[in-house]
C-alpha cells in the first residue's frame, strides 16, 4: 500500500490537556487506526516531541528533520502527549538532541521507572475513560514539577509568528535573548533537538499550512511569500524536503 499522511487515514482528534499537565504538556491526542489493513503512514516534522501510549508501554517521538514513515497494525490506538515547546529535556532528563529522529520506549530511557509509571496505568472501559486515566497517571509524575524553559519557549514563539522580512535569524535572536551564537545553539539543540536554522524552516513550513488551511481559496505563491518564503518555488523545495512532497499533493492527503 502508499504511504498516507498521518492524520488522513483513521480516527483522529486532538485537545487541550488537563490542568495538572499543563506545566509540561500542550495537548492530548488520539489516533485510532482502521481495524483492516492500515497503510504505512508518514510523519512530518512539526517541531514537537510527543510522549505516546501505544501497545501497553509509554514511548517518545522525539523531534523530526524530515519525513518518518510508520507501519502501525491495523486496529492500533496510539494516545499521544505533545510537549510544550523546551518542556521535553527536563521531563525526560536527556537533551532533545540525543532522540531526534526516533521512536524509542521509555524504559531505555528511565529503566524500572518507566515500568512503575507504565504498572499504574489499568484496564479502561473505553478510551476516553483511558485517556483520563493516563492523564492522571502522568499528571501525577508532572505537577509541581518545574520543566519548562521559559527563554526558550519565548524564542520558539518568536520564530512561531515569523520574523520582519530580509531579518537574519540568528543575530536577531541572539540580541533578542541576549546570546552568544554559540551558546544558543547549544541551548537550541538541549531544548528542541536542533538549531535555530532548521527549527525556522519547519515553523514556516507549518504557517504556510496554517495560512492555507484559513484562505484554501487564495493564491499558493502569495501565501508563500506571506509565511516568509522567497517565492512559490521556495516553498515546493521546502514541501518536499520536508514531506516528500509538494504543497498541491499534500493538500491532497497522500504522497
Known amino acids: ?8 487515514t483513521g480516527f483522529f482528534r486532538e485537545r487541550p490537556v488537563s490542568r495538572g499537565l499543563a506545566g509540561a504538556f500542550s495537548a492530548v491526542w488520539v489516533h485510532r487506526l482502521d481495524g483492516h489493513a492500515a497503510p504505512p503512514i508518514v510523519i512530518t516534522p512539526d517541531a514537537t516531541i510527543d510522549l505516546q501510549w501505544i501497545d501497553g508501554r509509554f514511548r517518545i517521538a522525539g523531534p523530526d528533520k524530515e519525513p518518518q514513515i510508520e ?15 523546551g518542556a521535553a529535556a527536563a521531563w525526560l532528563g536527556v537533551p532533545a538532541s540525543e532522540i531526534v529522529g526516533v ?7 528511565w529503566g524500572t521507572r518507566s515500568r512503575e509509571l507504565s504498572d499504574r496505568v489499568r484496564a479502561a472501559p473505553d478510551l476516553a475513560a483511558m485517556v ?3 492523564e492522571n497517571v502522568i ?6 514539577r518545574d520543566v519548562l524553559d521559559p527563554l526558550m519557549g519565548r524564542a ?4 512561531d509568528e515569523g520574523l520582519p522580512p530580509e531579518t537574519p535569524l540568528v543575530p536577531f535572536l541572539q540580541r533578542h535573548l541576549h546570546m552568544s551564537e554559540r551558546t544558543l545553539r547549544r541551548r537550541f539543540e ?6 535555530p536554522k ?18 484554501e481559496d487564495a493564491s499558493t505563491a502569495v501565501l508563500a511569500v506571506e509565511a516568509g518564503y522567497a517565492d512559490q518555488a521556495h516553498l515546493i523545495r521546502e514541501s518536499r524536503r520536508l514531506t516528500g512532497v509538494t504543497p498541491t499533493a499534500l493538500a491532497g492527503g497522500a504522497p
Open 1 to 8: 500500500m502508499e504511504p498516507v499522511l498521518a492524520q488522513t
Open 71 to 85: 507501519r502501525p497494525p491495523a486496529g492500533a490506538v496510539i494516545v499521544g502527549f505533545r510537549f510544550r515547546p
Open 103 to 109: 521512536r524509542l520506549d521509555l524504559g531505555e530511557l
Open 132 to 134: 483520563r486515566q493516563l
Open 139 to 144: 499528571g501525577a509524575h508532572t505537577e509541581g
Open 156 to 159: 520558539f514563539g518568536v520564530i
Open 190 to 195: 538541549d531544548a528542541f533537538g536542533y538549531g
Open 198 to 215: 532548521t527549527l525556522d524552516r519547519i515553523l514556516r513550513f507549518h504557517r504556510f499550512r496554517r495560512l492555507r488551511e484559513k484562505a
